[in-house]
């Protein structure tokens, strides 16, 4: 289902609820920032992948080969921050304080066995977050080491060693959501059309880069396996 230059193809995923939590507002800002992309030029596929180590990269994985998307933007939970927060490297760490979705407690293992100690995302992140202007957008630096990770850091090093062959996507990366207001103070967040327009704004910057990456200074940062991190 490959995409045309005139006509580029998004994916945006996020995650079921975990834990306690009956509501994880990162499946609902995908689902929403794809509505709000209809007619703007760009066909934004949304989906929900399952909080669980085991097969979490595995459906995002099938996704991708379906979907053939130019970018892939996955949405996590960050329960106590309030920016949507631009991940800009993933960790080869798998550390849970709680068992995800199918039980499973990882204590120190790699995602790939063998992979680089961390590999940076190639969404243009400096761009996105110096454009950003009043939206609540920030670069962070701690994707953790729970399912997010996983799924980001999977990601990455598909990306990395060209899983997909020359339909790889050419940017991809990873966001963070703060907890959604309109359902629940239990957690700080923001309301849910804040996230959605953050994210909206990644996905236009990530698509304008694409367009012209020239047109900003380069993101340093970008598309490099770090190999030992200090």
Known sequence: MSSTHETPTVLLTGFEPFGDDEHNPSATVADAAARALLGSGVQVVSAVLPCEFATSHE????????????????LGLAAGRSQV??????????????????????????????????????????????????????????????????????????????????????????????????????????PLAESVAGVCHVVEETLKHLRDPDAHEADTTQGAGLGTLH
């Not at 977050?129 to 997010?148: H, I, K, N």
């Open 59 to 74: 459906v995002l994985f099938d996704l991708i080969a379906h979907h053939e998307p130019e970018v892939v933007i996955c």
């Open 85 to 190: 927060g631009v991940e800009q490297v993933g960790i080869n760490l798998q550390q849970a304080r709680i068992s995800d979705n199918a039980g499973y407690q990882p204590n120190g293992t790699p995602v790939v066995v063998g992979g680089p100690d961390g590999i940076f995302a190639t969404l243009p992140a400096r761009r996105i977050v110096s454009a950003a202007g009043e939206l609540p957008v920030e670069l962070s630096l701690s994707a953790g080491t729970f399912v997010c990770n996983h799924v980001f850091y999977s990601l990455m090093h598909a990306v990395e060693i060209g899983a997909w062959g020359e339909r790889s996507p050419k940017s991809a990366g990873f966001v963070h959501v703060p907890w959604d207001t309109d359902v629940s103070t239990v957690y700080p967040g923001i």
